[in-house]
C-alpha cells in the first residue's frame, strides 16, 4: 500500500475537450428524432424501431469516446523525494548515540 503513496493522479480533463463529442452525439439524436417524426404517419412502428436502433447504436459509441479523452487527459507524477519524511545528514556528521549505546 506503500507504493501507491509515492504517486500522484492528476486528471486535467475541461468541459472543452468533450464538447465537440457530446455535440455530435446530440445532432445525431435530433436528425433521428427528425427522420422518425417523419415517417410517424406512415408507419408508426417503424419509426420508433429505428429512433430506439439509433440511440442504442450511438450511445455506446459515445461512451467509448468519451472514457478513451479522459484515460488520455489523466496523468500520474512521481512524488519527489523531498516530501519524503527520511532524513539525510551531511557527509562527516556522525549520527547521534541511541540510548542503549549512552548507558554502555
Given at each position: 500500500?506503500?507504493?501507491?503513496?509515492?504517486?500522484?493522479?492528476?486528471?486535467?480533463l475541461?468541459?472543452?475537450?468533450?464538447?465537440g463529442q457530446?455535440?455530435?452525439?446530440l445532432?445525431?439524436?435530433?436528425?433521428s428524432?427528425?427522420?422518425s417524426?417523419?415517417?410517424l404517419a406512415?408507419?408508426?412502428?417503424?419509426?420508433?424501431?429505428?429512433m430506439g436502433l439509433?440511440?442504442?447504436?450511438?450511445?455506446?459509441?459515445?461512451?467509448?469516446a468519451?472514457?478513451?479523452?479522459?484515460?488520455?487527459?489523466v496523468?500520474?507524477?512521481?512524488?519527489?523525494?523531498?516530501?519524503?519524511?527520511?532524513?539525510?545528514?551531511?557527509?562527516?556528521?556522525?549520527?547521534?548515540?541511541?540510548?542503549?549505546e549512552a548507558?554502555?
Open positions: 500500500m506503500d507504493k501507491f503513496n509515492r504517486y500522484r493522479f492528476v486528471c486535467t475541461k468541459f472543452g475537450d468533450i464538447y457530446v455535440i455530435a452525439w445532432v445525431v439524436i435530433f436528425l428524432l427528425a427522420v417524426l417523419s415517417a406512415t408507419s408508426p412502428i417503424f419509426a420508433l424501431a429505428a439509433i440511440l442504442v447504436l450511438s450511445l455506446p459509441f459515445l461512451l467509448f468519451f472514457v478513451t479523452t479522459l484515460f488520455s487527459h496523468e500520474m507524477y512521481a512524488v519527489e523525494s523531498a516530501l519524503q519524511t527520511r532524513r539525510v545528514r551531511p557527509t562527516g556528521e556522525t549520527p547521534a548515540p541511541t540510548t542503549s548507558t554502555a
